[in-house]
């Protein structure tokens, strides 16, 4: 697998912290708030049906080894920081929400709304993390069409779960979080 990356080394590094991404992501599938209410409407489903379909997609395009970068090494080592980044984001956003984390769309009957840390600028920065993450290990494969498909198809799925998401806590919060939308960015400081 080293000939499809610039190196040996970054090949293991992707290698190891890909293992530790889905190894993280079955535990946030898994973990679940007691006494809340599901409000999930099969999002779940579709994120996982389209991590699947990335994923897929992603081993099959890297499968072709497209070598056609010069600079293979630079969008390699680019995507693994990427990557990096991205998982950093998305553990300290579950960190920080505690037990109000679920892997579903959930709301607990004591439900906190948490606009600290870096909730206080993002609404959704687990996802904003999920985007990273997903850009970079299609940049890590060097593969351009590998970033548009991955983009587009999670950014959508996380754009949908949003939906539903924030439809909740505007239901269990009204006004206060309205309030909080708009103060904050949903995905991207500056740009969404």
Excluded at 17 to 31: D, P
Excluded at 102 to 112: A, L, P
Excluded at 117 to 135: C, D, E, Q
């Amino acid at each position: 697998m080293s000939n499809l990356f610039s190196s040996a080394v970054s090949a293991n590094v992707f290698i190891l912290l890909f293992g530790i991404l889905i190894a993280s992501e079955i535990w946030v599938l898994v973990k679940s708030g007691k006494n809340a209410k599901n409000v999930d409407n099969g999002s779940v489903v579709v994120l996982n049906v389209c991590f699947v379909a990335v994923l897929s997609i992603d081993y099959a395009l890297l499968l072709q080894d497209a070598d056609h970068l010069q600079f293979k090494w630079i969008f390699t080592w680019a995507g693994i920081a990427i990557l990096l980044i991205g998982m950093i984001l998305r553990w300290g956003s579950i960190w920080f929400l505690g037990r109000y984390f679920t892997g579903r769309v959930q709301i607990q009957d004591d439900h906190e709304l948490i606009s600290r840390g870096i909730y206080r600028w993002v609404r959704h920065p687990s996802y904003t993390g999920g985007i990273l993450i997903f850009m970079g290990i299609a940049m890590s494969i060097n593969n351009w069409l590998a970033l548009i498909v991955n983009v587009l198809l999670i950014a959508g799925a996380y754009l949908y779960r949003i939906r539903i998401e924030e439809r909740a806590l505007m239901n269990y919060f009204g006004e206060a979080y309205k309030d909080y939308m708009k103060r904050t960015w949903k995905l991207f400081p500056y740009l969404l």
